[in-house]
C-alpha cells in the first residue's frame, strides 16, 4: 500500500497505541439519558474503542505513522431499557497532506438513527457473514467506509473492496429491521452513504477524492495555482454527479468535510479560478454562505 507519511503533530486527534488499521478516538455524550449508572458509558467508550482499533479489517500490514485517524461521536438521546439504547453518531475520518502538519478532513457524516443494545462488561461479537447485533454492524459499516474513503484518497478507486464490504454489512443487518439499513425514509442513512459508495453514477466524486488529494494537497506547497486547477476540475466531475442525482448523501458528506477548507483554497489565487469554484460550489451547495469569502478578496 502507498506509505502514507505522518509528521508529528500532524493530526489534531488522540492516536491509539495499540491498534491495527484504525486509530479510532470515541466520545459518549449520554448527558440526555435518564440513568443513574454512569460506569455503562465508560465501559462502552472503552469497547467501541477496543472493537474499532484491535480488529484487523483488511489485509494489508499497517505501520503505527499509517494508521487512519478517525472519530466517533456518541450522543445517547434515549435508554429504553439499562442495555437498549437510542443514539445520533458523526463519524469523522482524516488523513495527513504529504510535507506539512494539516490533517485533512476525509469523511464527515452524521447517522441519526442508530438503535442498539449494550450490555456492560460483554465482549462485543461480530462476523462479517453474519447479521450479530446492530452495535457491531453500525461500528464495522463505518470501519469498512473509513477505510475505503481512505484508499480512494491515496489511489483512483482504491476503496473499491472496502465499499464492497460495507455494502455486505449493510445487506446481512436488513434482517434486523432497525432503523437505517434500508433505503425506505431518509435519504441520509448508512443504506444510502454505502449505496452512492457502490454507485457507478458516483464515480466522478470518488476519482475527485483522489484528484483532490493526492494530485492536489500532496503538492500544494510546490505549486499552490496548479493545485487549485487540480481541485477546481474535481468540482466541475463532481457537479456532474450531482446533476445526475442532485440529492446524493456523498455529495453532502463531501461538502461537510471539505466546506471549510475549500473557502481556504480558493480565498487566494487567480481570481478566474476563484471565481469560477464559487460558481461551482454554490451550485453544489446554495444555502452555504462561507463560500462568499472566495471572491470578497
Same mark, same amino acid.
Given at each position: 500500500?502507498?506509505?502514507?507519511?505522518?509528521?508529528?503533530?500532524?493530526?489534531? $486527534?488522540?492516536?491509539?497505541?495499540?491498534?491495527? =488499521?484504525?486509530?479510532?478516538?470515541?466520545?459518549?455524550?449520554?448527558?440526555?439519558?435518564?440513568?443513574?449508572?454512569?460506569?455503562?458509558?465508560?465501559?462502552?467508550?472503552?469497547?467501541?474503542?477496543?472493537?474499532?482499533?484491535?480488529?484487523?479489517?483488511?489485509?494489508?500490514?499497517?505501520?503505527?505513522?499509517?494508521?487512519?485517524?478517525?472519530?466517533?461521536?456518541?450522543?445517547?438521546?434515549?435508554?429504553?431499557?439499562?442495555?437498549?439504547?437510542?443514539?445520533?453518531?458523526?463519524?469523522?475520518?482524516?488523513?495527513?497532506?504529504?510535507?506539512?502538519?494539516?490533517?485533512?478532513?476525509?469523511?464527515?457524516?452524521?447517522?441519526?438513527? $442508530?438503535?442498539?443494545?449494550?450490555?456492560?462488561?460483554?465482549?462485543?461479537?461480530?462476523?462479517?457473514?453474519?447479521?450479530?447485533?446492530?452495535?457491531?454492524?453500525?461500528?464495522?459499516?463505518?470501519?469498512? &467506509?473509513?477505510?475505503?474513503?481512505?484508499?480512494?484518497?491515496?489511489?483512483?478507486?482504491?476503496?473499491?473492496?472496502?465499499?464492497?464490504?460495507?455494502?455486505?454489512?449493510?445487506?446481512?443487518?436488513?434482517?434486523?429491521?432497525?432503523?437505517? $439499513?434500508?433505503?425506505?425514509?431518509?435519504?441520509?442513512?448508512?443504506? $444510502?452513504?454505502?449505496?452512492?459508495?457502490?454507485?457507478?453514477?458516483?464515480?466522478?466524486?470518488?476519482?475527485?477524492?483522489?484528484?483532490?488529494?493526492?494530485?492536489?494537497?500532496?503538492?500544494?506547497?510546490?505549486?499552490?495555482?496548479?493545485?487549485?486547477?487540480?481541485?477546481?476540475?474535481?468540482?466541475?466531475?463532481?457537479?456532474?454527479?450531482?446533476?445526475?442525482?442532485?440529492?446524493?448523501?456523498?455529495? &453532502?458528506?463531501?461538502?461537510?468535510?471539505?466546506?471549510? =477548507?475549500?473557502?481556504?483554497?480558493?480565498?487566494?489565487?487567480?481570481?478566474?479560478?476563484?471565481?469560477?469554484?464559487?460558481?461551482?460550489?454554490?451550485?453544489?451547495?446554495?444555502?452555504?454562505?462561507?463560500?462568499?469569502?472566495?471572491?470578497?478578496?
Amino acid at each position: 500500500m502507498i506509505k502514507k507519511v505522518l509528521l508529528a503533530g500532524c493530526i489534531l $486527534w488522540a492516536v491509539v497505541a495499540q491498534g491495527q =488499521e484504525l486509530a479510532c478516538t470515541v466520545s459518549i455524550n449520554a448527558t440526555g439519558a435518564q440513568s443513574n449508572d454512569r460506569t455503562v458509558f465508560a465501559d462502552m467508550k472503552k469497547a467501541v474503542e477496543q472493537f474499532m482499533n484491535t480488529r484487523k479489517w483488511t489485509n494489508d500490514t499497517y505501520k503505527n505513522y499509517e494508521k487512519i485517524a478517525c472519530n466517533i461521536l456518541i450522543t445517547i438521546t434515549k435508554m429504553n431499557s439499562p442495555t437498549s439504547f437510542e443514539a445520533s453518531v458523526q463519524v469523522q475520518s482524516a488523513r495527513p497532506v504529504y510535507n506539512s502538519n494539516y490533517p485533512t478532513l476525509v469523511f464527515n457524516f452524521a447517522d441519526r438513527d $442508530w438503535q442498539f443494545d449494550y450490555i456492560e462488561s460483554q465482549p462485543l461479537e461480530y462476523n462479517d457473514n453474519t447479521f450479530t447485533n446492530n452495535l457491531t454492524s453500525m461500528l464495522a459499516m463505518y470501519a469498512y &467506509v473509513i477505510i475505503g474513503i481512505d484508499y480512494d484518497t491515496f489511489s483512483e478507486m482504491g476503496g473499491t473492496p472496502f465499499f464492497q464490504q460495507a455494502r455486505q454489512v449493510v445487506n446481512n443487518a436488513q434482517q434486523s429491521n432497525r432503523e437505517g $439499513w434500508n433505503s425506505l425514509g431518509s435519504n441520509r442513512n448508512r443504506y $444510502w452513504i454505502v449505496e452512492n459508495f457502490n454507485n457507478p453514477q458516483m464515480n466522478d466524486l470518488r476519482k475527485a477524492y483522489y484528484a483532490y488529494h493526492r494530485l492536489a494537497l500532496d503538492i500544494f506547497h510546490k505549486d499552490p495555482d496548479k493545485s487549485r486547477e487540480v481541485i477546481l476540475k474535481g468540482l466541475k466531475d463532481i457537479k456532474k454527479v450531482r446533476d445526475i442525482n442532485p440529492t446524493a448523501v456523498l455529495l &453532502v458528506s463531501f461538502l461537510d468535510a471539505k466546506n471549510k =477548507e475549500l473557502v481556504n483554497i480558493f480565498s487566494s489565487g487567480n481570481l478566474p479560478v476563484r471565481r469560477e469554484a464559487y460558481d461551482i460550489i454554490k451550485t453544489l451547495d446554495p444555502s452555504g454562505t462561507i463560500y462568499d469569502k472566495i471572491i470578497q478578496n
